[in-house]
């Protein structure tokens, strides 16, 4: 069944929209991450504006994060206070990324600059998960006694002035890196059209010290208000938000969610990674390719150039 | 001198009135609902003569259907730092968002490249037209064919050889094929009658494009109300993801 999207103007398959949509919501079920890596590029594919994938996969993230933090809010895992300091970094950041969007666009360079963040954010990430889950499969393998990591010496990160108690992360940190975490996640949020879910979970492990439990829905909980903004900004300034193609990708999304975390359940955490460090460098070595290798027609012609 | 002129023309002119298209289509409007998938147009008539037609003389019949006018943007891509970039950029001003050619004999017979240059028929004299800065074309040809293949590559001008059926030389007819990605508004039709490739007479008409229902709302909506549009689009997700929520709870218990 054939769907005109009003704002992407273009037709396409509402069939496929709700398979895509269904796929990377199993992938972000059984990985807990939000999936607009992959959505975005996969849009980009199928033939959407990546002006208008951008926006409303921003749009979309929402419904899938608000439907996350419910679930860790009964759960009593999310760290609020936490969540507002980033989230005061994530929208100064999204302001800036939509801002640097705009300009990138009217340059005709903002293909570039979104595909090498996802070529380099996916490569690192999807490098660093794969060697990690790699060496945890191995340890499994030689079952030896399981050496309990260290807690990390306290750096540069608690030297920092303007601490601030966080009751639920357990933590009495600067408010400096937060910001800084929250504010580089809201720039990759309006350019790349992803939540950062992927960037901003290690972020807060390693580089905060927050505990493993409470840094998802805090995160989550970030994501909604920073691609809420992020969606209201390219609504209002770009008018690139389709709302047939967000509600479309959003029923697949959240049928899918529930399907994959069931699958995740009865999956080993170590193949799990190792399979989502796969997928990801799938889709970076695919973006990288693109970049690198001449492509068959060196014009394109776009509509509305320079606004 | 001028009155001898005249008369030459006249008479030159003679056997045009002689010939008339009379021409009609299957819809004039065309609406782009939810279910829009391309329209086919079927473009169809007759020739009206008054006398038997001219003897030894080759008969065409061409037709354009263009679609309205904007500004684009060729970008060529150059490898910079080992990675492919865009790194030139031309603006084109009032390139059809759509062109199509459908002819009932291959064009370089049907039509003279004068009648070609006058009346702009063939794609790239129609890109070329009254509104397109003639600069670009001359200055950055390559462009303009880049845009033309492109183009032609997606679907968007298509050039249709021996596409008009012709019946006894008198009854004509043929599809277009509007794409889904169509933009809105008026498609200019015209249909010519050749002879020789001199134009013999020609007939111009408009099909409507225009988005309805809930296309049109949510479009207007996104552009005339933006903010609430955005609150919209958040609270549908908010919904949504709830709802999403509250099912998955409900199913678990």
Redesign the interface.
């Known amino acids: 069944?054939?769907?005109?999207l009003?704002?992407a103007?273009?037709?396409v398959n509402a069939f496929l929209l709700l398979g895509l949509g269904g796929m990377v919501g199993v992938l972000s079920g059984m990985f807990g991450v939000g999936g607009g890596f992959l959505m975005t590029p996969l849009l980009f594919m199928i033939g959407i504006p990546p002006a208008v994938a951008v926006a409303t996969e921003a749009?979309?993230i929402?419904?899938?994060?608000?439907?996350?933090v419910?679930?860790h809010l009964r759960r009593r895992t999310v760290d609020l206070r936490m969540g507002m300091v980033l989230l005061v970094g994530g929208l100064v950041g999204a302001a800036l990324g939509v801002q640097v969007f705009n300009i990138l666009r009217d340059l005709?360079?903002v293909?570039?600059l979104v595909k090498?963040c996802y070529v380099l954010f996916l490569g690192v990430v999807g490098g660093l998960m794969f060697i990690e889950s790699l060496n945890a499969i191995r340890r499994a393998r030689a079952a030896g006694p399981v050496q309990r990591t260290e807690r990390r010496q306290r750096g540069w990160v608690h030297a920092l002035p303007f601490k601030m108690k966080f009751r639920t992360s357990g933590l009495y940190i600067s408010v400096i890196p937060p910001l800084m975490v929250g504010f580089f996640v809201g720039i990759l949020a309006a350019i790349m059209g992803v939540g950062g879910g992927f960037i901003m979970v290690p972020a807060m492990i390693y580089l905060l010290g927050m505990p493993t439990k409470v840094v998802v829905g805090t995160s989550l909980f970030q994501i909604i208000f920073v691609t809420?903004f992020a969606?209201?900004l390219?609504?209002?300034?770009n008018?690139t938000?389709d709302?047939?193609l967000?509600?479309l990708l959003?029923?697949g999304g959240?049928?899918g969610?529930?399907v994959g975390t069931r699958i995740g359940v009865r999956m080993k955490a170590e193949q799990l990674r190792i399979l989502l460090a796969l997928m990801v460098l799938l889709v970076c070595g695919k973006l990288a390719a693109d970049?690198?290798?001449?492509?068959a027609?060196?014009?394109?012609?776009?509509?509305?150039?320079?606004h | 001198m001028l009155r001898a002129a005249l008369l030459m023309l006249l008479i030159a002119a003679l056997p045009a009135r002689a010939e008339d298209i009379v021409a009609a289509l299957s819809q004039d409007r065309v609406s782009?609902?939810?279910?829009?998938?391309?329209s086919e147009i079927l473009i169809f008539g007759a020739i009206k003569r008054d006398k038997p037609q001219p003897i030894g003389t080759e008969m065409a019949i061409v037709v354009t259907v263009q679609g309205p006018r904007?500004?684009?943007?060729?970008?060529?891509?150059?490898?910079r730092f080992?990675?492919?970039?865009?790194v030139e950029?031309v603006?084109v001003t009032g390139a059809p968002?759509f062109y199509a050619v459908a002819s009932s004999i291959p064009l370089r017979n049907a039509l003279s490249p004068v009648s070609d240059a006058r009346w702009r028929v063939t794609t790239p004299t129609a890109l070329r037209g009254p509104t397109m800065m003639a600069s670009v074309a001359r200055s950055n040809p390559e462009?303009i064919e880049?845009?033309i293949?492109?183009?032609s590559?997606s679907g968007a001008y298509v050039t249709a050889e021996n596409s008009v059926e012709l019946r006894d030389d008198t009854l004509f007819s043929t599809t277009i094929a509007l794409p889904?990605?169509?933009?809105e508004g008026d498609y200019r039709t015209r249909i010519f009658l050749t002879r020789d490739g001199e134009v013999v007479d020609s007939y111009s008409t408009s099909i409507f494009v225009q988005?309805v229902g809930?296309?049109?709302l949510?479009?207007t909506l996104?552009?005339e109300r933006?903010?609430i549009?955005?609150?919209?689009?958040?609270a549908?997700?908010?919904a949504?993801?709830?709802?999403?929520?509250a099912i998955?709870r409900w199913?678990r218990i």
């Open positions: 069944m054939q769907i005109y009003p704002i103007e273009v037709s749009n979309q929402v419904a899938s994060s608000f439907s996350g419910l679930a005709g360079q293909d570039l090498l809420g969606t209201l390219h609504a209002t300034t008018y938000v709302m047939v967000a509600v959003l029923i959240v049928v969610a529930q970049l690198l290798i001449e492509p027609e060196l014009y394109s012609v776009g509509t509305g150039g320079a | 782009i609902s939810t279910s829009f998938d391309g904007e500004d684009v943007t060729v970008r060529r891509k150059d490898r080992g990675i492919w970039v865009n950029a603006e968002s462009a880049a845009m293949r492109v183009r590559a889904s990605d169509l933009t988005k809930l296309e049109r949510i479009y996104a552009h933006p903010l549009y955005g609150l919209l689009s958040l549908i997700a908010i949504a993801g709830w709802g999403a929520s998955f199913v």
